[in-house]
Structure formats: C-alpha cells, structure tokens
C-alpha cells in the first residue's frame, strides 16, 4: 500500500457532526475489518443494562427518538476524512465513509417503556462498519435520556402512585448543553410539568414548557422588596409568581406578598385571574415554613396562593416533608439532583456483539463469556416478550430466540436467568403476551411513527401505575422482576459458555 501523505488537521471548536461522536477505537476496528474484505459482513448488538439506577425495581427506557433522527441523517462530512486521515485510517476506508449512508436496522423498546436489566432496550443489524461506529452516540444517547427519565418518575411520585408537580430547574448544573436540553427533555417524559431551559422548549415544543419567574438579584435590585413585586406584577399580572425569601420569609416576604395581592385586587377588582398565584420558597426548613405560609395566607382570605418548594430537594427529601412532616406544597422545583441524578449518576447500558449474519442468512451466536458467569452475554439474535397476568400486569419478562413465537393462553417453559433461583425452570400460562422489539429504522429508512411527548408521558404513567407490580415500584428493598429466557436461548448460552470458558451458566 502506498504511503499516504495527509495535510496537517485544523482544530475547529465550532465544528459538530454527531456522527463523530466516536470512541477511537471503533475506527481502528472498523478500518482493520473493512481492509480484510468484511465490509458487507452484517453484525447484530444489543444494547442492555444490568442494574436498576439507586438499586430500585426498575427503569425507563428513553432516548429512541435521539438515537432514531441520529441513524436517518447519519453521514460523514469532508472535515471529518481529513481528520480521519491525519489519524492513519486507509484511504479505502476514509473513501468508503466519504459517501456511506446508514442502512441498517434498528428494533427498540417504545420511547418510555418499562425496562428491566439484561432485556435489550436496543438491537442494532447492520453492516459490519455502520455497527461498529454508532456505539458510542448509542449508548451516551440511551444511557443519559434513560437515566433522567427514571429519575423523574421518582421525583414526581409515579412510582408511588403519588404523583406531584413537579419543575425541573437544573439546567445550571447540567454537565453542558445537551444534557441540560436532553434531561430537560426526559424529565418531562417521567412526569415533569416543565423546565427552566427555554432551548428546551424552543427544540421540543410547549410539551416542555419553559417555566419561572424571578430571582433574588431581582428583588435586591429594588429599594425595597414590594417595589420589585409591584413591578413584576405590573408588568405580568396574568402569571404573579414570586420568591419570598430574599430577607425574611415571615417578616417580610409574607407580608409583602399580601400587601401585593391586595395591590391587584384593588386595581384589577373585577378580574379574578390577576391576583397572585404563587410563591416560591428556596430555603430554611421548608416543611416548616409551608405550614406557617399555609396558615397565614388562609387566614388572609387568600387559600389560592399556591406555595412552591426549592432548594437541593430530591424524591426522599421530597417524600419525607410530606409523610413525616405533612408539608403542604403544591408544586417543586428540582434542579442538580434530577438533572445530574445525583444519586446515582451513571446508567450502565452497554453494547455487545450478539451475533454474526451468514451468506445463507442464518445467524452465528457470539459471545462475551468473561471471568464472570453473572456478566456472560446472552448471545444469539433475540427478542424479548413481556407475560402479563389476567389483572393485566407484567409477571415476568422473557428472552426468545427471534423466530421463536410466544402465545398468550398457552404454558410457556422458561428458564430464569438467574443461576441462583431455587427453580429454575418454571411453566406458566400468560393471559396476554407482548413483543417489546418494534422496529424504529429498517434499511436505513424510518418505520415508525414516532409519538408525541404527551403520548409518551401518558405511557409512563399508564405502566406504573396498572402493569408495574407495586413490589418493585417501593423505594426500599423493591421485588426483582423475573427475566426469563426460553429452553433455546438458555441452551445456546449455556453451550457456548461451556465450549468458550468451561462450566454451565
């Protein structure tokens, strides 16, 4: 081969092709590979986790409509050769990319799903090079959106059948632009009723309404705190909402915030809807300071004034001012513990070659079989089923091979995946039965039609609140879903593993 002489790459900050977002070494695999005469090889990954966030029963899966408008546009730009090139990838390969279209197929999990550890949210088949060089956005795009919107549906309360208002204020702690967007995004898929990032709403739509109002700048900057509230409330008298706060809660913020409410009922007497709607409290002992709010403002005659909680709350802070201190707020503002999760700040999805498609169009099982038998891949190309009970919830999850057919009213043997169950083999007869795969992209075109925010959001409700069992839905000690895999995948797996380490799985 001969040399290939490249001219010098120029940094460029203000460059961005999300096709880039590539660890490197899924470029020196997919050089090497399409040099050795593999390029039209079809390959087949699945995406999965193996833990629940915060050790809780379960998880939500986001991030498929990213990843779908991801796949359709995605291409390579002549900057990103050059660059490729300066980094010693072949001149057949930067040639092949320069015009490469994604043409693969993408089956996924329903944007909001219910998801359980080891059931793949994704499965990817594809050419040998448009499977390799996706992992990375892949798994920052599923991991990140799938992480958050479980984190909300803690925060809101749809895990405990208790659902509050809840606003997602993290945006200025977010780790950079996009996760302040796309949290901001998954916030409102787990139950969020809007955002502070206007971006946000901008990208998504009203669905992810960019909502508040003032700060405590803005009050300091008044001589006095109810000149800034008249101001405010002058200039938005349809939408008063203020922070009581900046200097004394009860001593000034309250009686302020009377004196304006009595302000606008003097100047707009016959409109009913220009009156005060909130205040924001954003420190101290805020379960404290709701009651006493709570019982001056009733005992002004103003029970309409809702009050709002701010200030490092997260879904226990939350639930603890309710239940042990009967805090009386009607809505929250959450910031770096819902955006970040704090908690728990990594969902640990991967991605993991599962299968290699033949000339005669049958498929070779691969597998990671590791040092570990808990962390043996499933391999195979497969597609997982959901059993539900005759109340219409979900008994178990079950791996199939993918042309194996599952039937509702009919026994179903299965093997549970864990090598520790007392039995493991259980047979049970589903009353209803449900692919959880539905393909997104097939051939590089769209295949679904993508749901609106609100579709999604009512989805997520509807799952937690009538198929998920409240067992794995508690904060403390939840009840493991039961993963299942059929008699065929535990054999492949069980044989592979065998041949490839020794022993049994």
């Given at each position: 081969m001969d040399e290939i002489k490249v001219v010098p790459y120029i940094p460029d900050e203000d460059y961005d092709n999300?096709?880039?977002?590539?660890?490197?070494?899924?470029?020196?695999m997919a050089n090497c590979l399409?040099?050795?005469?593999?390029?039209?090889?079809?390959?087949?990954?699945d995406m999965f986790f193996r833990k629940n966030p915060?050790?809780?029963?379960?998880?939500?899966?986001?991030?498929?409509?990213k990843l779908t408008r991801f796949l359709l546009n995605y291409h390579f730009n002549a900057q990103d050769i050059w660059w490729l090139r300066t980094k010693g990838m072949s001149e057949e390969f930067c040639e092949y990319l320069r015009t490469y279209q994604w043409k693969g197929d993408m089956y996924a999990l329903p944007e909001g799903t219910v998801a359980y550890p080891h059931v793949q949210m994704v499965r990817i088949e594809c050419d040998l090079?448009?499977?390799i060089l996706i992992e990375t956005y892949l798994l920052q795009t599923m991991n990140f959106h799938s992480l958050?919107?479980?984190?909300?549906?803690r925060v809101t309360g749809l895990n405990t059948?208790?659902?509050?208002?809840?606003?997602e204020f993290g945006t200025r702690r977010a780790q950079g632009e996009s996760a302040g967007n796309d949290g901001a995004y998954a916030a409102v898929l787990g139950g969020c009723v809007g955002t502070a990032n206007c971006l946000a709403e901008m990208k998504f739509g009203a669905e992810v309404k960019a909502v508040g109002t003032v700060a405590h700048s803005f009050i300091e900057f008044f001589p006095t705190e109810f000149d800034a509230f008249k101001a405010f409330a002058d200039t938005y008298p349809d939408s008063v909402s203020l922070l009581l706060d900046t200097y004394n809660i009860m001593e000034s913020g309250l009686p302020n915030l009377i004196k304006l409410d009595d302000y606008l009922i003097e100047k707009y007497p016959n409109d009913p809807n220009r009156r005060v709607k909130s205040a924001r409290i954003d420190s101290g002992d805020l379960a404290r300071g709701s009651k006493r709010l709570r019982k001056a403002l009733d005992a002004a005659g103003k029970p309409y004034i809702k009050l709002v909680a701010s200030n490092g709350l997260d879904e226990k802070k939350i639930a603890n001012m309710e239940l042990y201190e009967h805090a009386h707020f009607d809505s929250y503002g959450v910031g770096e513990n819902l955006i970040t999760s704090a908690s728990d700040p990594v969902f640990g999805g991967v991605y993991k070659l599962v299968a290699v498609k033949q000339p005669d169009g049958s498929y070779t099982p691969k597998m990671k079989c590791s040092d570990s038998a808990s962390k043996a891949i499933i391999p195979g190309k497969k597609m997982p089923w959901r059993l539900y009970d005759e109340n219409g919830q979900a008994q178990c999850d079950l791996?199939?091979?993918?042309?194996?057919?599952i039937e509702a009213g009919k026994p179903v043997t299965m093997v549970n995946l864990d090598s520790d169950a007392i039995e493991r083999t259980v047979t049970i007869t589903p009353t209803k039965v449900k692919?959880?795969?539905?393909?997104?992209?097939?051939?590089?075109?769209?295949?679904?039609?993508?749901?609106?925010?609100?579709e999604k959001k009512a989805y997520i409700a509807k799952q937690l609140t009538e198929e998920t069992w409240e067992s794995e839905l508690r904060l403390e000690c939840p009840h493991k879903h039961y993963v299942n895999m059929t008699p065929a995948v535990a054999e492949c797996r069980s044989k592979m593993y065998a041949e490839l380490h020794g022993g049994k799985v």
């Open positions: 999300p096709a880039m977002v590539v660890d490197f070494y899924e470029f020196t399409f040099l050795h005469g593999f390029k039209n090889t079809t390959l087949v990954f915060d050790a809780q029963g379960y998880s939500i899966s986001a991030g498929q409509r090079v448009g499977a958050i919107a479980t984190k909300a549906t059948h208790t659902p509050r208002s809840v606003m791996i199939a091979m993918d042309d194996e057919v692919k959880l795969l539905v393909p997104h992209v097939l051939n590089g075109q769209l295949a679904i039609e993508l749901p609106s925010i609100a």
